[in-house]
């Protein structure tokens, strides 16, 4: 091969290294904020008393539980599921327990959705993950704009005090399961550009595979199956092959093809 030619190999093959390197740091740092969803959701510790309040206590989306007195020694009652929508003390909450559930399942989704590498288009499962962690993004953001439109119920005012109010805690605290539900969004938005990122580029680096030498014979660089499957190419012993370039809908006829 032209030196350029052997340049553009070396190229073609670290891409395809970083590329995947890149591409498994996403998956794991997916199905971690999928945890993190996860406990998110199911955890009672959004916002919970402090010293001065005049009830102990803590609250989730749904689950929630309060006691007595202020003493921390006083038994806890617990309230509240997610099936039993009734027992959830306030509407907000029971809006934001729904965005928070979508985002969950969206982001589930997104990693079932990675079993599709094997079988289809990269840049298209990219994508189509991209989309869904945006959505969860904006599913959370949902989540926690309206979570605090709750806080005038009045168990929670009980807990709290009578200077609680609508994105108002009074004597209460945020506790980490809120905090975490926050870090969430910007780790979703994250993920969903790197994945838009590793989809365009894929799409890119493939409309650059097929080079030229300096007679204007095409050469493939890319193994002929990655190559068939990739750029969606018919070819017959290599004696000549349409490309179609699924991005520009580009249609190249190479009458010769060395692999």
């Known amino acids: 091969m032209l030196p350029s030619q052997e340049a553009s190999k070396i190229y073609h093959d670290n891409y395809m290294r970083n590329s995947r390197a890149i591409g498994v740091l996403w998956a794991i740092f997916t199905i971690c904020f999928a945890i993190v969803n996860v406990v998110v959701f199911i955890q009672p510790y959004w916002i919970g ?14 689950h ?22 009734s027992s959830i003390p306030s509407g907000a909450f029971k809006a934001a327990s729904v965005f928070v559930l979508l985002s969950m399942v969206l982001i589930l989704s997104c990693i079932a959705c990675m079993a599709l590498f094997f079988f289809c288009n990269t840049s298209t499962v990219y994508k189509t993950c991209a989309w869904m962690q945006l959505l969860c993004g904006v599913c959370l953001v949902l989540g926690c704009m309206i979570f605090p439109d709750g806080w005038d119920a009045e168990v929670i005012r009980d807990m709290c005090g009578e200077q609680t109010g609508k994105y108002s805690l009074g004597d ?6 809120y905090m975490l539900a926050i870090m969430g969004i910007l780790d979703a938005l994250i993920l969903s550009f790197l994945a838009f990122v590793l989809g365009n580029r894929q799409t890119d680096f493939y409309l650059d595979d097929l080079q030229t030498d300096n007679k204007g014979n095409y050469y493939c660089y890319t193994y002929r199956s990655q190559t068939a499957r990739q750029l969606n190419a018919n070819y017959n012993n290599c004696g000549k092959i349409t490309v179609q370039f699924e991005k520009k809908k580009k249609m190249i006829s190479i009458d010769k093809c060395h692999w």
């Open 64 to 85: 929630y539980c309060v006691g007595t007195g202020p003493s921390p020694s006083r038994e806890l009652t617990c309230v509240g599921s997610f099936s039993d929508f």
């Open 49 to 62: 008393d402090s010293v001065n309040t005049p009830q102990a206590g803590y609250f989730g989306l749904f």
């Open 172 to 177: 209460c605290s945020v506790r980490w399961a």
